[in-house]
Each structure stands twice: as C-alpha cells, then as structure tokens.
C-alpha cells in the first residue's frame, strides 16, 4: 500500500466518523443535512478528486499521473508547465530541487513504490521508478497510473522531464 495510499484510506476514516453524526445547522436556522445526503456530497467530492491529473512527459513517452489530494499536490500543478532535468540517485529514482519550497505533510511510507511522485524535504521532487523499502518521509505528491516502463524510459542517467495539466 502506497503513502498516497494509506492517506486516502485514513481520509474515508476520518469522513466514516463524520457521516455517523448527523450535520448539525448553528443557530437552528436550518435543517441538518440527512446523512445520506452527507455522504452523497462526499462520493462526488472523492470522485472529483480521484480524477485530479496531471502529465509527465519524458522524451517522447508521457504518463499520466493521479494526483494527490495534498496542498504540496495543488501548489506543485500551479507552476506548470515546468521542466526539470532530473538526475539518477540511487538506482530507483530521479530527483530535482524545485524553485521554490512547497507546504509538507510528510511521513515515513515504509516502502516506495514504482511510480510514486514525491516531495522529499520542501523543495525536492522525487519520481521512484523501482519499489523499495525506505526509512525517510516523504509528502505525496501523486502517482503514476500505468508505471510498467517507468525504469525504462527514465533510464540510468539524468533525464529532462516535462510536468503539465494536459
């Protein structure tokens, strides 16, 4: 299980808690809102959210990229277009340091796995093209969707990656 992963499981939890209650109004002016209805608005907003992409183009090969549903995600796709040459670390990744710092919410995931886009730090984005189990915390940024030629399209040297909306 990916630290997106986990993070969107730990999200439904939280909103498990809150749909046992019924919304109450302040002042009374109102109506609560039903639960069911409650729960309806979030199934849209969840959905909504799991369509949230983005692009990484990288030569002539582009994937897409689910986003998280972070601040550090949202900050990030406000700059794009952005290209970045990223260098080879490691043996399972690509990274570069970002222009600017970006709003963190990391943890430790335990194990990074192929295709997870992350911030390490505040300023550096982090592509895993290779799973691998891991002590440092990260804030997820999103996740390649079909990762199965990530390591070979990323190859072994520094590459120039391209992060776009469309």
């Known amino acids: 299980m990916t630290l997106c992963s986990r993070r969107s499981i730990q999200h439904l939890r939280r909103l498990g808690l809150v749909l046992g209650f019924p919304v109450l109004s302040i002042g009374g002016a109102s109506q609560p809102q039903a639960p069911v209805a409650v729960a309806q608005d979030a199934a849209v907003a969840s959905a909504n959210q799991e369509k949230a992409r983005m692009w990484m183009t990288v030569g002539e090969r582009r994937f897409a990229i689910t986003l998280a549903n972070t601040d550090a995600a949202r900050a990030f796709t406000a ?7 990223m260098a080879e670390i490691n043996g399972n990744e690509k990274y570069a340091d970002l222009p600017k710092t ?3 919410d990391a943890s430790r995931p335990g194990t990074i796995h192929n295709g997870d ?11 895993f093209y290779e799973s691998f189990r891991s002590p440092y915390s990260y804030t997820c940024l999103g996740r390649v969707d079909d990762p199965v030629e ?10 120039r990656v391209v992060f776009s909306k469309d």
Do not use: E, K, N
């Not at 886009?117 to 592509?127: E, I, N």
């Open 150 to 159: 990530l390591a070979q399209v990323l190859g072994r040297r520094s590459v």
């Open 79 to 85: 700059w794009f277009p952005l290209t970045l040459d």
């Open 117 to 127: 886009l992350m911030l390490y730090g505040s300023s550096t984005v982090v592509v």
């Open 102 to 104: 970006l709003p963190t």
